[in-house]
């Protein structure tokens, strides 16, 4: 028996011998001293006796007997030889006992090279085991700018707490959301229970994942893994039937596709409109004719639409469609719809009443509506965030950093202290962008100001009050109808206690939900999204496409409106950006030396402050517990 086994498994290193030569390639075991020079290590860590997946032991950790195999660890040498019997003698043993003594390895970079025991290593391998017990020390790479080493340095994090070596992934941040996922805070330690779970629910998925095909998507199985979470709840992994996992697979099998796209989001910077006909009809007359008698449109709300400023933003939205489009379409709006607890259920039932277009209008409920995009293809559903990943939906803003921009400006013009003051409401992706072109625009007409930022969304016992010198200050854009207030927009504190209001930003929603049913009236939808349809698609209007205004009191001096007039002019023609401008970040670090216009991504995955900002971003940990995952879910830092 153990002859044949010998022989089959030197067949396959033939095979796998013949076929590297044939490429050009190393037929023979790689030897981890061969190509890791001294000075590129920071030093060694023993690991300890633990359980390693056989798929990343990838070589050798020194010269000695690599060319006995080849670079499978498939044997090499003929059977008559020595080294074939005592082979044969680790296969007999290992089925009859099994092989107890772990072998001797080196882990780099996510990778092992054995040190003592590389025929134990052929022998489980030909067996297709998946794991080997082994005595690992840890060869720490220096730190570089390079992404895989960034991701190694995350990975070393995640293993002192879970211990858990099956699971790498291409993207960094991916271990800090598989941790939260898991309901762990970075730096704490995963019970064993936990690790258990997640090492048994990682290896159920990468099974069905890779025999689905998995391994010709170009991402990780831990990419794949860490989608399939944030969807469908990990816990369903063990409990759901592998009927019910394949069938989410194959659904979910585009993300897969969009995940392993280079560039994986397609921003949509101003709506394709069609020209007007000769006859002076615009092709959305000429075209309502021949679409859908009526198109039912459903607005889904966290909270009510009085109780919520930014819910009455878009219920505005919605009134705005009705009095465009008249009886071309119904709407309707479901509100509370608490991404905790019932949002799925209330789209869901959306669809059920016959809606063919859903706008969901928190950021919040992304996720719910990407599970009901894949369960209901031919419903369009459109999520109003920045930062989505899926292709199933769509999704929309304003690119309000522009406004912000000219508001500080104006706040620049009219600060007498050098001293403005800003309130943020939630440290997550495009909000730093909007701080950043608020300060810029300050910091032009006045070299010397600084912004004073404030959050919203902190706890109360970390809030901090309004330094005396600071009156002029940006607050929230819109107002809670429910509870009107003066602190709105730009607005200067009066020595006696009054407010002033000097201007502020309005995104126009209404306007941007008329140009989504334009593109679906006028079968534009599917030109957008262009010949790579595995990519997410976000709709970032702003200034150009009428969607965004700055409003500002007629007390405003005319000096600072015709230089606010110039710069919206300029904006708006593309001209100019707020960001085309070399800055300082608060590290020191020059932004954008060479003055060019950086690229949308860039721009709302800021993560960093400008120099003449006095703040900080805050941890999650100072978030009031009502945002935290908010915040998680929209991508905070």
Request: charged content about 25%.
């Amino acid at each position: 028996m153990s002859l044949e086994a010998y022989q089959a498994a030197n067949k396959r290193a033939q095979r796998a011998y013949r076929s590297a030569m044939n490429k050009g390639e190393y037929p023979y075991l790689s030897a981890l001293d061969d190509f890791l020079p001294y000075e590129r290590t920071a030093g060694e860590k023993y690991i300890g006796v633990v359980e390693i997946p056989l798929d990343l032991v990838a070589g050798t950790k020194t010269a000695g007997r690599q060319n006995s195999f080849a670079h499978n660890f498939m044997p090499l040498l003929g059977e008559d030889t020595e080294f074939a019997y005592k082979w044969s003698g680790l296969y007999d043993s290992q089925l009859e006992e099994g092989i107890r003594d772990p072998i001797v390895a080196y882990e780099y970079m996510h990778r092992f090279y054995v040190m003592e025991g590389n025929k134990r290593v052929s022998v489980l391998k030909s067996l297709d085991a998946a794991k080997i017990s082994a005595k690992v020390t840890r060869i720490i790479p220096k730190k570089t700018d390079d992404l895989e080493n960034k991701i190694y340095y995350e990975f070393m994090d995640f293993f002192d707490c879970a211990k858990i070596y099956d699971i790498w992934f291409s993207k960094e941040g991916s271990y800090a959301k598989l941790t939260k996922n898991y309901g762990y805070e970075p730096g704490q330690m995963w019970s064993e229970e936990s690790q258990k779970a997640l090492r048994s629910e990682f290896l159920s998925f990468r099974k069905i994942y890779k025999a689905k095909g998995g391994d010709k998507v170009n991402i990780t199985s831990g990419d794949a893994f860490l989608a399939y979470i944030e969807l469908f709840p990990a816990w369903q992994l063990q409990s759901g039937s592998e009927d019910e996992i394949k069938s989410n697979l194959t659904k979910m099998w585009d993300e897969f596709l969009t995940l392993g796209q280079g560039q994986s989001m397609k921003i949509v910077l101003e709506p394709h409109q069609k020209e007007k006909t000769t006859a002076g009809m615009s092709i959305l007359n000429r075209i309502l004719s021949d679409a859908p008698k009526q198109l039912k449109i459903a607005f889904i709300f966290e909270k009510s639409v009085v109780n919520s400023a930014w819910n009455y933003a878009h219920e505005m939205g919605r009134m705005h469609l009705e009095h465009v489009f008249g009886d071309k379409i119904k709407t309707a709006i479901y509100e509370h719809a608490e991404f905790t607890n019932n949002s799925e259920d209330i789209i869901e039932a959306a669809i059920e009443d016959g809606n063919q277009i859903i706008f969901t209008v928190p950021a919040q409920l992304a996720n719910a509506s990407v599970k009901a995009a894949l369960k209901h293809p031919e419903i369009k559903i459109l999520n109003c965030s920045t930062n989505s990943k899926y292709q199933a939906i769509r999704t929309y803003y304003c690119r309000m950093y522009e406004s912000k921009f000219l508001l500080g400006v104006i706040a620049g013009a009219l600060s007498e202290t050098n001293d403005v003051g800003y309130m943020a409401d939630y440290p997550i992706y495009s909000t730093i962008a909007n701080i950043n072109a608020f300060a810029l625009g300050a910091q032009m007409v006045n070299p010397r100001v600084k912004v004073h930022l404030r959050w919203g969304s902190v706890k109360k016992d970390r809030q901090a009050e309004w330094e005396d010198e600071v009156h002029v200050i940006f607050d929230k854009d819109m107002i809670n109808p429910k509870y009107p207030t003066r602190k709105y927009g730009l607005y200067r504190q009066l020595a006696d206690g009054q407010i002033e209001n000097i201007a502020t930003s309005i995104c126009h929603w209404g306007k941007v939900y008329e140009l989504i049913i334009r593109s679906i009236m006028e079968k534009t939808w599917n030109e957008e999204a262009g010949k790579n349809k595995n990519q997410a698609l976000n709709y970032w209007w702003g200034l150009s496409s009428g969607v965004l205004e700055i409003v500002y009191s007629q007390k405003l001096p005319d000096g600072t409106k015709n230089l606010v007039n110039l710069l919206t002019e300029m904006i708006r023609r593309r001209e100019f950006s707020p960001f085309q401008v070399t800055w300082t970040r608060q590290d020191g670090t020059v932004t954008n030396e060479a003055g060019k216009r950086l690229e949308p991504e860039e721009i709302f995955r800021m993560n960093y402050l400008a120099s003449n900002v006095e703040g900080s971003i805050p941890a999650l940990d100072d978030l009031k517990e009502e945002v935290k995952e908010f915040v998680r879910l929209q991508g905070g830092f």
